[in-house]
């Protein structure tokens, strides 16, 4: 029988009202409940999903005031992934915002038992990280000292020290390790029936056994959601469906893309060794291993991120409620040996079961919140990448802040939905994708490295001639953009390949084109950059361009203004530049990355006006960039028009009507930058 990690008796017990609403603890099945409470026919919000985040946006939503709130869940409160999440809270984070939000997660759940009553499982274990290699070690201390920076407290240690910490490890093959003694162990579970507790006190409704079909959206807006028990009005609806959430994204008139795909992630539990292990033995990342080690009722629970991960449900509606998957001792195997490498006294321990569970990964390792780019009152928090109980409060937190307040309080542009395109959500895209993502969970996180999967997406005209000239391509929202440019006889493989925290192989070759830029002149492929044109037929661009960028755009024709996109606060949203092409008309470039979120930011608040205009024209115009002391004698010999500054001053623009001038540029520059460069290389 399986072995049910996390137990919900204690929720269930202080709150009686919840006993008639589920079914017995045996059944995993969607029967309906024998006599469920009506659903109200309003609410403000509805919350789909019952795991850590969905009950975490619920408790921080009812904290800040918001009351008229429905949470609804397919199954059993905390019965989805969160059921078979390993527990571990730990705020080792390379980025600042998850280390922000793992860092309240952990003192949230350390107050959490005494606010609610629910016993949470709450067990401040410490957590050593450990290194293999100096690659490893340096990537520790860049960690470590982002937590210092935190005020959480981390030191590096000497493998001797980790002995003492833990006397099953074996060190022999360490370099050092990464002590931090605040991170700590949770009953997921338990943890989200507790907020669940806590928000259904400030007035949450909660039902279970209640699924989304579908929700509605009119005028662009979020207007009701339809559930397997009729229809609930709202303002708002947030999708914390975790695996589900793909598909529950296309339940609507106009699809909000939720790029995430579930694998296959196994962990063993074992019985008691001889000895029991305390429970406050500290948890064990070996991430050149690949694998966590943590106590479990005085035996071992590992699991790890293999090599060669079996993505999950491609094809076809996943109709998993979350159950232990088929055993595959074939495919654990490696991640047993290195576990055994780790722990040589585990070898004689008898292993209880081997759980294999789904979890979700998103294109870039980072989860995914925020309102959708689409339908405006849609929020999402999904895609955790096997970090939902380390990010669960803090996540959850910064969601609630974003809906009452309209933003939140840090900057988590990093997570935002509306850094993925339409390309990014493709089923086949994400398929590879997350082949690649979840064995990059335990890699070395390098400076200037590129995924290898989904490439070529999104490619400028020119894609061709400068590749054949040797160009190293990086990707940049599914854009492909050159690096820097292979002189002939190099390895190019090397030079892909090169990862390192030290000075790289392909170093002194940027360092040639730079000096080439200053000294010379250089042509940049820049057709990725994010172009939007706004018109209007009377003043209503200039008037509502005015309103959302901080600089004065009322200039004469053909002036740039470099500006920021502002919002309501005063807060910068975006960065870009915007030409007046004429009285009514204005040509706006912004970052690549940001063409979701300006396109949404534009939609949303400029007035619903037949006579204004906005349309992304980045894929109508192949954008190059020229710069260099040669730059204006370039330009001199390839135009008819003087380029003097009289004519031609700074923040200026002109539109250029030969069709071959682009192509004549290109090859004009590659013979001056060949002169330029035996001038300034000597060779």
Known sequence: MFLRLLSDIHWRVANPKWRRMTCSRQSTSSTAEPHPVALPAQAQVVICGGGIMGTSVAYHLSKMGWKDIVLLEQGRLAAGTTRFCAGIVSTARHASIELKMADYSNKLYQQLEQETGVKTGYVKTGSISLAQTQDRLISLKRI???????????????PKKVAQLHPLINIHDLVGAMYVPEDALVSSANVSLALATAASRNGVQIHERTSVSHVSVQKGRVTAIETDRGQIKCQYFVNCAGQWAYELGHATEEAV??????????????????????????????????IYIRNWQGGILSGGF???????FTEGRNQLEIQNLQEDWDHFEPLLGALLRRMPDLEALQIMQLVNCPESFTPDMRCIMGESPTVRGYFVLAGMNSAGISYGGGAGKY???????GYPSENVWPLDLKRFGALQSSRTFLRHRVMEVMPLMCDLKVPRWDFQT???????????????QGARWMEKHGFERVKYFVPPGNDLLDLGQSKTFYKPDWFDIVGSEVKCCKEAVCVIDMSSFTKFEISSTGDQALESLQYLFSNDLDVPVGHVVHTGMLNEKGGYENDCSIARLSK???????PTDQQVH??????NRLPDDSSLTVEDVTWKYTALNLIGPRAVDVLSELSYAPITPEHFPSFFCKVSECLSFLLTLLGYVKHVWKEGKKNILGN
Request: a negative charge.
């Open 399 to 405: 969601l609630a802040e974003w809906m009452v307040n």
């Open 257 to 290: 893309n939720i790029p995430l795909h579930a694998c296959e992630h196994f962990y063993i539990l074992t019985h008691p060794l001889n000895d029991p292990l305390a429970s406050n033995l500290p948890t064990v990342v070996d991430p050149d291993g690949r």
């Open 584 to 590: 009514r008309s204005f040509f706006m470039i912004s």
């Open 144 to 158: 470590a000292s982002s937590l210092n920076v935190m005020g959480i407290p981390c030191e590096i240690i000497t």
């Open 454 to 468: 989904g490439r070529q997406l999104r490619t400028s005209p020119l894609y061709d001639r400068l590749d054949a």
């Open 598 to 603: 300006c396109w949404a930011w534009l939609k």
């Open 306 to 312: 293999e090599k060669n991960p079996k993505p999950l």
